[in-house]
């Protein structure tokens, strides 16, 4: 059965940091490509990043570029997310998900709080 | 970018009633256009990839059609538990974008 667990989120300050994980099972994890989405309280869903099977195509929306940061490691099944110099606006469920737009396999999603 | 606009906004329908529900592009996506299902609490579900396929596990009441600009989901006969909000999602092109969404809610 295809999981994928998302985990790391949590209430951080405007300025602050935080690294969000996915573990996958279920499937070959280095066969697929893989994104971040996000959704603000209340709010449709906006795409966040992708990243290419092998790590070495990544795609960001434009207001998270540079502030952001998709990586992998097939070793672990794992999918990160770097966020940095995180802002209001950046609080959000964060889901991942494989192979979005042709495949069905979501995580259940981790809240990230961006509040002083 | 490409800019995914859904219409209605709202749609307020009684069961056993067919629900159509629009999404336009602001430029040609080819078929890379997905439906998504949302409920409150939980997380998108895929109903449609490529405009037309349904993806597993989902009932022939739903049907996609389109291509280029214009696209649209169908929902034939609703059942009580169709009642969510509905998401298009274009692959065409980085950005990914989605619609604003459409919710279909009981008249």
């Known amino acids: 059965e295809v999981q994928l667990v998302e985990s790391g989120g949590g209430l951080v300050q405007p300025g602050g940091s935080l690294r969000l994980s996915c573990t996958a099972s279920?499937?070959?994890?280095?066969?697929?490509?893989m994104s971040w989405v996000r959704q603000a309280p209340g709010k449709g869903l906006e795409w966040v990043a992708n990243i290419k099977q092998d790590g070495s195509d990544r795609y960001y929306v434009d207001s998270v570029k540079g502030r952001f940061t998709i990586s992998r490691d097939n070793a672990k099944n794992s999918l990160y997310l770097q966020m940095n110099s995180l802002r209001a606006d950046d609080t959000a469920v964060y889901y991942c998900a494989r192979a979005i737009g042709t495949e069905a396999y979501w995580g259940q999603g981790t809240l990230v709080t961006v509040s002083s | 970018e490409i800019v995914l606009t859904q219409s209605p906004a709202t749609l307020s329908l009684s069961p056993g009633e067919r629900a159509t529900l629009s999404c336009r592009a602001s430029?040609?996506?080819?078929?890379?256009l997905a439906w998504y299902q949302q409920k409150p609490g939980q997380a998108p579900r895929l109903l449609i990839y490529?405009?037309?396929n349904r993806a597993t596990g989902i009932p022939a009441r739903f049907s996609g059609s389109g291509s280029g600009a214009d696209f649209t989901l169908t929902i034939s006969s609703l059942e009580p538990e169709d009642f969510a909000v509905y998401y298009c999602?274009?692959?065409?092109?980085?950005?990914?974008?989605f619609g604003g969404g459409t919710k279909v809610e009981i008249k």
């Open positions: 279920g499937f070959i994890f280095s066969s697929y490509w």
């Open positions: 999602l274009q692959r065409t092109n980085w950005p990914l974008t």
């Open positions: 490529d405009a037309s």
């Open positions: 430029q040609s996506v080819s078929s890379y």
